[in-house]
């Protein structure tokens, strides 16, 4: 019922810069806190950053000043803003959103694809 659809990933040069978007589709009625996360080989997947509906803000803080998240409640979007990527960055990056769907569906969390981020040294 709700799709998650990231973009904008890639191979970069360290200290370059990388902007991730993830927009959500579907049986929408509220959006709650929307994420990011990664998960790099041989590792558990973590949160990089995360934004409620309130626009309360949360970082890891490997990417704290590095990174900011950002989202447009019209669009149902959240983004990422990736500044002075480094190698230990390199991972699969996953949107992620809490979704209130009405009383069919409910309320679920829901995950995108995941998107390729490479950075090389």
């Known amino acids: 019922q709700v799709q998650l659809v990231e973009s904008g990933g890639g191979l970069v040069q360290a200290g370059d810069p990388l902007r991730l978007s993830c927009a959500a589709s579907?049986?929408?009625?509220?959006?709650?806190?929307m994420g990011w996360y990664r998960q790099a080989p041989g590792l558990q997947r973590e949160l990089v950053a995360s934004?409620?509906?309130?626009?309360?803000?949360n970082y890891a803080d490997s990417v704290k000043g590095r990174f900011t998240i950002s989202r447009d409640n019209a669009k149902n979007t959240v983004a990422l803003q990736m500044n002075s990527l480094i190698p230990e960055d390199t991972a699969v990056y996953y949107c992620?959103?809490?979704?209130?769907?009405?009383?069919?569906?409910?309320?679920?969390?829901?995950w995108g694809q995941g998107t390729q981020v490479t950075v090389s040294s």
């Open positions: 992620n959103a809490d979704i209130w769907s009405g009383w069919r569906y409910g309320r679920r969390n829901y």
């Open positions: 579907g049986s929408i009625l509220s959006i709650y806190t």
């Open positions: 934004i409620t509906d309130g626009s309360i803000t």
